[in-house]
């Protein structure tokens, strides 16, 4: 199985993926998606393909990624609180892109550490492959679980960054976690472009309310 652990559609105010689209192109290259729009999980019901039900949380802190969730956590919420709401849900906590200077990365503490279920050791968007290998590094150090995503915002960057894992049942997260410490791992960095482009059609969609 072949799952991309970040993804976003049109439901995150940064990215113009439709659901249908990337339903059609996941079925064909036969990878996973987890959704991750940034505070909402609306996308999920026009979704035709598999995938893992997910929301990226921007938490006081930074930004947090609920694996499997099956309810919003609130924009806002206390980094902790979040950890907490996640596990309340069966879900599990992915701490993305932590040492990501240009954007909302988190370096947990020690308490926060311990809540933590996986690292994102690859983005595609970090700027910089430093960022990647200090994560990387922190899972180890930390006897952390490991997974990569793509970050897509626009459909073409899908697909190039996912993991390999063992068959699982898909809508177990406990079986993901015991399948991913022997994953394989596929990745590709996205174009150095594409960050600017998303920071506009952020921009565009919140002065049109889009």
């Known amino acids: 199985m072949k799952i991309d652990f ?4 049109n439901s995150s105010i940064d990215s113009i993926i439709k659901p249908k689209d990337l339903a059609q192109k996941a079925h ?13 999980m609306c ?11 997910s929301e990226e949380v921007r938490t006081d802190l930074g930004d947090l990624i ?6 919003e956590i609130p924009r806002g919420i206390s980094f902790m609180d979040a950890l907490d709401k996640i596990h309340e849900q069966g879900a599990l906590s992915y701490l993305p892109h932590m040492y990501e200077v240009t954007r909302s990365g988190v370096i947990p503490s020690k308490e926060e550490i311990s809540k933590i279920d996986i690292i994102e050791i690859f983005n595609a ?3 910089n492959d430093y960022f990647n290998e200090k994560a990387k ?23 190039s960054t996912y993991a390999e894992v063992s068959d699982f049942d898909l809508n177990n997260p406990k079986a993901l ?4 410490p022997k994953a394989k791992f596929v990745t590709k960095k996205a174009p150095f ?6 920071k506009i059609l952020s921009l565009g969609k919140k002065i049109f309310k889009i």
């Open 177 to 180: 976690l015991k399948v991913l």
């Open 6 to 9: 970040h993804v976003h559609t």
């Open 28 to 40: 064909r290259l036969k990878i996973i998606p987890a959704i991750t729009d940034h505070n909402n």
């Open 43 to 53: 996308s999920h019901k026009d979704m035709t393909s598999e995938f893992i039900p």
């Open 193 to 198: 472009f594409v960050r600017g482009p998303t």
């Open 66 to 71: 609920g694996l499997y969730l099956n309810e």
């Open 137 to 159: 590094q922190f899972a180890k150090q930390h006897n952390l679980l490991a997974a990569v995503g793509s970050d897509a915002h626009f459909l073409f960057e899908f697909g």
């Open 125 to 127: 968007r970090c700027l």
